[in-house]
T-cell receptor, first 114, second 114 residues
Framework: KQEVTQIPAALSVPEGENLVLNCSFTDSAIYNLQWFRQDPGKGLTSLLLIQSSQREQTSGRLNASLDKSSGRSTLYIAASQPGDSATYLCAVGGSGGSNYKLTFGKGTLLTVNP | DAGVIQSPRHEVTEMGQEVTLRCKPISGHNSLFWYRQTMMRGLELLIYFNNNVPIDDSGMPEDRFSAKMPNASFSTLKIQPSEPRDSAVYFC????????????FGPGTRLTVT
């Protein structure tokens, strides 16, 4: 059974700092990996999706990497801003016939202080 | 383009009552997912529909839960009878079910059963 772990559970940084969020998964046979952002009381917003054949994806100040063999992904946020404060969730898609199935980590609560 | 629409946004009901949650997926998407989020268990997939057909309902906790998708633009998740342990945030998500399977989430329904 796939298990997804996110470290740290919470992170507080001053504005302007570059930071890295970590995600690890136990089964390397994945279809894709998706990073989401969740604001309090809101739904999930998709940030980046990495297919299993890719190594990284970039969008603006965000860069996500994927190392399937070691079961790890990182989300790099450059020049953090108070508006980046949210919970960040990592989810891996199953392989084979269950590539629709996302297994989520518990998330990292990020606070960026002005 | 409107995102995934869910209603109601908040529902408070008494134990034993029937609860119906509603979802309108993004137009053109052919896959629909119902998730439940709790502090203890995080985000869990309840059921997955493809082209209006239930494909995977292994996450539905028990017979009190049922879901339908009568057409491509509407789905319901019903709990009958409801119990306090059903209190959670229920999310609906949709995707174009070939290729990336990138999922787009609705704002969620916060259910409280007293």
């Amino acid at each position: 059974k796939q298990e997804v772990t996110q470290i740290p559970a919470a992170l507080s940084v001053p504005e302007g700092e570059n930071l890295v969020l970590n995600c690890s998964f136990t089964d390397s046979a994945i279809y894709n990996l998706q990073w989401f952002r969740q604001d309090p009381g809101k739904g999930l917003t998709s940030l980046l999706l990495i297919q299993s054949s890719q190594r990284e994806q970039t969008s603006g100040r965000l860069n996500a990497s994927l190392d399937k063999s070691s079961g790890r992904s990182t989300l790099y946020i450059a020049a953090s801003q108070p508006g980046d404060s949210a919970t960040y969730l990592c989810a891996v898609g199953g392989s084979g016939g269950s590539n629709y199935k996302l297994t989520f980590g518990k998330g990292t609560l990020l606070t960026v202080n002005p | 383009d409107a995102g995934v629409i869910q209603s109601p946004r908040h529902e408070v009901t008494e134990m034993g009552q029937e609860v119906t949650l509603r979802c309108k997926p993004i137009s053109g998407h052919n896959s629909l997912f119902w998730y439940r989020q709790t502090m203890m268990r995080g985000l869990e997939l309840l059921i997955y529909f493809n082209n209006n057909v239930p494909i995977d309902d292994s996450g539905m906790p028990e017979d009190r839960f049922s879901a339908k998708m009568p057409n491509a633009s509407f789905s319901t998740l019903k709990i009958q009878p409801s119990e306090p342990r059903d209190s959670a945030v229920y999310f609906c998500a949709s995707s174009y079910g070939t290729g990336s399977y990138e999922q787009y989430f609705g704002p969620g329904t916060r259910l409280t059963v007293t």
